[in-house]
């Protein structure tokens, strides 16, 4: 499925009152009493959510959430009929951003649904904007060591080391950033040749 939501029913199955209720919200719903076919669905096309009925005996729901997990982003919603804290914190443990106790009206899960999906899209892009601030970070660090090299090998002040830098990568059609790293590995192989003398 392209969006909405998958339904792994592993318990007993749901009614069709909460199946009609997600699709009147708007949401695309698919359902599956396989654990391996809701791996293949997810890998496949990731849905907005996930809401594993882990009501039937063991730990298939809980497994199939761990792997999900390992895997994948997919926001997770647990419904099931026990509230005991072994369940709960194992869901907890997983990330996930709801956990229905039946029985439960339609109105109430497609409302967690509807927060989850609301939570899952916030923390991807707290997610991804972290990535994006780590990746600047990286990128600045090397541009500042590549222009301390520039500067102690050239005497240049560090404007002058910039400009130099700049004016490279604008010559190789490069970025600053892959430029000021291929100016540090030539500087590292230079120390490795040359490494700088001992005083007696």
Known sequence: MNSGVLIANL????????????RNAGREVATTNSVKRAIEWIFAAPPDLAMIDVSAPGDDGIELGLRLREHSHVPLVFLSDYADRSRVGKACQLGALGYVVKPATATRVVAAVEAAIVLGGELARLSAAEVAL?????????????????????????????DALRARARAQRRTIAATAEEILVAVERLNLKCPPSRSE
């Open 11 to 22: 318990g007993a199955p749901l009614s069709d009152e909460l199946l009609d209720a997600l």
């Open 134 to 162: 780590a990746s600047a970070l990286t990128t600045l660090r090397t541009t500042h060591e590549a222009m301390g090299a520039l500067m102690e090998r050239r005497r240049l002040n560090r404007h002058v080391a910039y």
